[in-house]
């Protein structure tokens, strides 16, 4: 018996159906898949953690630690007794505490403004742990916040909605893309994926769809990418309502080289069939001014009803 090797169209999401009772991939590009029966150390990954995290819950990470660290080492010289501190001229216990807490501050970022100093054995060898705690606290910041700036990253910014629009004779499967940042995107590419559960199965097929133009030179403005559907495509003759029953699933990959970074980037997001809207086409948003070509970005997701 000669072996055939099988071609499989997968992404790696995997073929069985519950795959598609829930999006596979996120509007964010991440995937929904939840790894379980992993020891505690191998499920934790801090610096990956660290520098995916949005902004916001990362500088409020950093202030939140600074503030314990801090208020934990301020109960460590309050309970030393602040007499073992110079400088210290609070008459209650709450201003004896926040001026031990400011000298923490003081010390666990090596200022130390000289008012207040320890003087006894205790209480210089507290101030030693947390001025080396505080110089490797800030050294892993600083690398931190390195990484952070110089992870590249494709902030492609996607249409919520993709649309089954009129195109050229026949129908066609349409989303919008845009880069709405200043750098230069060179070579940018995408494919689409699309993911159906098969019939009476529960497995699923995946479909590489061909497209009207899978790569651009550069993206200074807005791209709408198309999906023909002819006699080839895999959605021909296919309604809303069968892909609703299909669990279908459009997964979009891109891949770009970013000119600030001089690296490729990538960015990922999907549409599932109850994100498309029928009969609808998108808004022509792109003016022509005395300066040059103007671009609404706040208008990408604007439709209308096709004719």
């Not at 705690?133 to 110089?150: E, K, N, P, Q, V």
Request: aromatic residues 14%; hydrophobic residues 40%.
């Amino acid at each position: 018996m000669v072996y055939k090797k099988q071609h499989y169209e997968d992404l790696g999401l995997g073929a069985k159906a519950s795959s598609g009772r829930i999006r596979s991939l996120n509007k964010d590009g991440s995937f929904n898949v939840k790894k379980k029966g992993l020891p505690l150390f191998q499920r934790i990954h801090f610096y990956h953690a660290l520098v995916s995290m949005s902004w916001f819950h990362f500088l409020l990470l950093i202030l939140s630690a600074y503030l314990v660290v801090n208020l934990l080492f301020a109960c460590l010289y309050f309970w030393i007794g602040v007499e073992n501190l110079t400088g210290i001229d609070g008459s209650t216990d709450l201003d004896k505490y926040m001026e031990a807490f400011f000298f923490s501050s003081q010390t666990i970022t090596t200022l130390g403004y000289g008012r207040t100093a320890p003087i006894s054995f205790p209480a210089s060898t507290v101030a030693a742990v947390e001025s080396m705690i505080g110089l490797l606290a800030f050294a892993l910041a600083t690398g931190l916040l390195y990484g952070r700036f110089s992870k590249p990253s494709a902030k492609i910014r996607y249409s919520n909605s993709a649309v089954m629009a009129p195109y050229q004779g026949i129908s066609g499967f349409m989303f919008r893309v845009l880069n709405p940042y200043s750098n230069q995107l060179l070579e940018v590419e995408v494919t689409v994926t699309l993911s159906m559960r098969k019939k009476d199965s529960d497995l699923r097929d995946f479909h590489q769809l061909d497209l009207e133009r899978n790569k651009v030179v550069f993206l200074p403005s807005i791209w709408t990418v198309v999906h023909p559907i002819n006699e080839t495509s895999p959605l021909y003759n296919l309604t809303e309502e069968s892909l609703l029953e299909k669990e279908a699933e459009f997964i979009v990959m891109m891949r770009a080289f970013d000119e600030s970074f001089s690296q490729t980037v990538y960015s990922r997001s999907s549409y599932k069939a109850s994100e498309i809207k029928w009969g609808y086409k998108f808004t022509y948003i792109i003016e022509q001014e005395e300066e040059g070509i103007s671009l609404d970005v706040s208008r990408i997701d604007e439709t209308e009803k096709a004719r």
